[in-house]
């Protein structure tokens, strides 16, 4: 289902890169925040939010920090 979603998003070319960085081809869903962004920046996301899961593009979680 991720990756369905992020085929969506990025037919609109504004979310061809990621809305952090601006790198290319990002992979990763912040759902409750609308954002596609690249996997370096979904770390640092990880790491300051505690209440947002992460989804990548081969459809596995990340689970946030509250549920670790």
Do not use: F, G
Not at 42 to 67: F, G, M, Q
Request: charged share 20%; aromatic share 4%; with cysteine.
């Amino acid at each position: 289902q991720t990756t369905v979603y992020l085929d969506r998003v990025r037919e609109n070319s504004s979310n061809c890169r990621c809305a952090d960085c601006n790198a290319e081809n990002p992979t990763i869903a912040i759902m409750s925040w609308l954002l596609i962004i690249c996997k370096k920046c979904a770390a640092i996301h990880h790491r300051l939010t505690s209440n947002t899961s992460i989804y990548s593009d081969d459809d596995s979680v990340v689970p946030s920090k509250e549920t670790n």
